[in-house]
Nanobody
Framework: VQLVESGGGLVQPGGSLRLSCVGAGFAFSRYGMSWHRQAPGKERELVASISGAGTSTTYADSVRGRFTISRNNGGNAVYLQMNSLKPEDTALYYC?????????WGQGTQVTVSS
């Protein structure tokens, strides 16, 4: 099983980034997918989640209206479009696949928002 994130980087405040996470080795469409982040010295937090069929999404209050989660089951991929980025969005971003019985984590991609 693999989850590989990409798309992180350094961006100025107000800028945008699109994170991608590609899964392999499991029935991707049967798993809910989510993005989490962890800033230095802080606990990992849920940013956004999407159901297996992509029909239901949830967002943390801190990102609602700025971030959009989506998925492409044909490509085994989930995305996080991040707009109007703020310095407080700086963190290591992880994707997670979850079913009723198990879950998998990716290795993370760093997002740094700074001028």
């Amino acid at each position: 099983v693999q989850l590989v994130e990409s798309g992180g980087g350094l961006v100025q405040p107000g800028g945008s980034l699109r994170l991608s996470c590609v899964g392999a080795g499991f029935a991707f469409s049967r798993y809910g997918m989510s993005w989490h982040r962890q800033a230095p010295g802080k606990e990992r937090e849920l940013v956004a989640s999407i159901s297996g069929a992509g029909t239901s999404t949830t967002y943390a209050d801190s990102v609602r209206g700025r971030f959009t989660i989506s998925r492409n089951n044909g490509g085994n991929a989930v995305y996080l479009q991040m707009n109007s980025l703020k310095p407080e969005d700086t963190a290591l971003y992880y994707c997670k696949a979850i079913s009723d019985t198990t879950h998998y984590w990716g290795q993370g991609t760093q997002v740094t928002v700074s001028s």
